[in-house]
């Protein structure tokens, strides 16, 4: 998988998320204790810990910005800019955004920080807590043409973490369609939502599928330093979160001991 090995240098990537703070009009924004301030200071420790604990990449996402949005308020990107611009110079790896849920706003937030990467829902349409999820495809991959984001690469997600599909597919075969419409440049298998592991034969099947399109496929939830070596066995990457945050809960922030733990680990699997 070239495009991967160029950007991280390595055969099967590991990318850690980075979970932003609630922004302001987030409904887990809390009045007198969270500010943009402190998410610039918490996303800077974050930051730091990912690092010096030897991930290939980092994802910035508004990940507490629940529920989302298919229209995600503009506050929402203009405080990942803030957070990212601050943070550039400190960067060192290749990093990326997910903007949830509002990938034709991701795009131009992309744009704006110099963005490696983007992961989201870029095609479907599904039905979840949050109601109907129906992306525009066209619109999203003309928009991210209008930008001049050619070398941007695209993670689509490829079943929808908390949302099941209208219909029902066979996701295996669902992922050759979408290589075949919309050329992603990874799909990401998850699990029910953050944390949650992804399903071994899921990414099995949608690899053997779709390997031969040279088209990577990532475990994007519920990797841990137990399951790593597992995971990257059976797929070409992993996107992890949870696991490297202070014992392994979603609402915490990041644990350097726990992300060297689960680095060592991944280098013995890769």
Not at 102 to 128: H, K, N, S, W
Not at 168 to 181: K, R, S, T
């Amino acid at each position: 998988m070239t495009w991967t090995k160029d950007m991280f240098g390595v055969e099967k990537p590991i990318i850690a998320l980075l979970h932003c703070n609630p922004f302001p009009g987030d409904p887990r924004f809390e009045d007198g204790v969270d500010s943009m301030e402190k998410a610039v200071v918490d996303a800077r420790n974050d930051l730091h810990a990912l690092q010096e604990g030897g991930v290939d990449g980092v994802l910035f996402s508004n990940e507490f910005s629940f529920p989302y949005q298919a229209k995600a308020e503009p506050v929402q990107a203009c405080g990942m800019s803030r957070i990212i611009g601050e943070l550039k110079g400190e960067i060192k790896v290749p990093f990326g955004i997910d903007l949830e849920a509002d990938p034709m706003l991701a795009m131009d937030l992309a744009a704006a920080v110099d963005a490696c990467f983007i992961r989201g829902t870029f095609t479907g349409t599904y039905v979840g807590v949050g109601g109907i999820t129906c992306p525009d495809t066209g619109a999203i991959l003309r928009r991210k043409k209008a930008l001049g984001l050619k070398n941007v690469k695209l993670l689509y997600f490829l079943n929808n973490e908390s949302d099941s599909y209208m219909t029902p597919v066979d996701y295996p075969d669902l992922a050759g369609e979408i290589i075949f419409n919309c050329e992603p440049d990874a799909l990401c298998v998850t699990g029910a939502h953050a944390g949650v592991e992804a399903r071994n034969t899921m990414i099995e099947k949608t690899r053997e599928k779709v390997h031969h399109l040279g088209v990577p496929v990532f475990a994007a939830t519920g990797c841990n330093a137990t399951n790593i070596r597992e995971k990257l066995a059976i797929s070409d990457g992993a996107l992890v979160g949870t696991c490297l945050k202070e014992g392994g809960k979603f609402k915490n922030h990041v644990d350097l001991a726990r992300v060297k733990e689960f680095m060592s680990q991944a280098r013995a699997g890769a």
